[in-house]
């Protein structure tokens, strides 16, 4: 091998910062520090958990609610729109009254 040529590497753990899980290793950094690892990421783990990143669920939940909401309204305005017209009186019962509309 070249002299001089290749980084150095140090001994060095690993920390997970959401368990608190250590590993050593090697590497050309010191003190790595992730944010999830293999022993508590929910796809390993099997557990229904939400991952949150920078406030990302949040938002999403946020806009979900509003499409909801606004899904609702259209839904209610449409109803109102087929309602149908209330029947007008009888042109007929107006005229001959009850009993002679009722034979024609």
């Not at 520090?33 to 229904?48: L, N, S």
């Not at 609702?72 to 017209?85: G, L, S």
């Not at 007929?92 to 024609?104: H, K, N, P, Q, V």
């Amino acid at each position: 091998m070249k002299p001089d040529i290749h980084p150095k590497t140090f001994e060095t753990n690993i920390t997970c910062s959401t368990c608190g899980t250590v590993w050593p290793t090697h590497s050309t950094r010191q003190g790595l520090r992730v944010d999830i690892c293999a022993r508590c990421h929910p796809f390993y783990t099997g557990e229904q958990r939400i991952v949150d990143t920078a406030g990302q669920v949040d938002r999403f939940m946020r806009r979900l609610q509003t499409s909801q909401s606004q899904q609702a309204a259209a839904a209610r305005r449409r109803e109102e729109q087929n309602k149908p017209a209330p029947k007008k009186p009888s042109l007929l019962r107006e005229i001959y009254g009850d009993e002679e509309a009722e034979t024609e």
